[in-house]
């Protein structure tokens, strides 16, 4: 994962390991949390589509506030992933139980919300 004070960045997968490769720091914890809990909604998405599912890739960007709420998703890069995929990919991201941000966290990015760019391997 790449790190900046207003940036992160990781990988989920379906098979093997997501990336979670922080550091322990109050920003690193707050990473780890978050895409366990991206990770975890997308997890059951997929088992709930799995007929609806190809091989391929999506990138997406999206915003956290310090209330733990998700904002202004965009797709970066896609990559053989169908309608459906990207479908059930921004609902499990709207729908992970994403914790508030911690105040220290809140207060190093000065009122700026948490950029989040994440690769989903299908």
């Known amino acids: 994962s790449e790190v900046r004070k207003t940036r ?3 990988s989920i997968s379906r ?4 990336s979670r490769d922080v550091k322990n720091t109050p920003l690193g914890r707050y990473q780890a949390q978050l895409s366990k809990a991206v990770e975890r909604a997308w997890q059951r998405n997929c088992i709930r589509y799995r007929e609806h599912i190809t091989p391929g890739m999506l990138t997406i ?5 310090e209330k ?3 904002s202004s998703f965009r797709f970066v890069e896609v990559v053989e992933s169908s309608e459906i995929q990207k479908g059930f990919t921004l609902k499990s991201i709207q729908s992970a139980d994403i914790p508030r941000m911690p105040k220290g966290i809140a207060s190093e990015l000065d ?3 948490l950029e989040l760019i994440y690769n989903f391997f299908f």
């Not at 098979?15 to 997501?18: K, R, T, V």
């Not at 960007?61 to 506030?65: E, S």
Request: charged letters at 35%.
């Open 15 to 18: 098979q093997g390991e997501s």
């Open 111 to 113: 009122g700026e919300r």
């Open 8 to 10: 992160l960045q990781g």
């Open 68 to 70: 733990g709420k998700v």
């Open 61 to 65: 960007r999206f915003l956290v506030d």
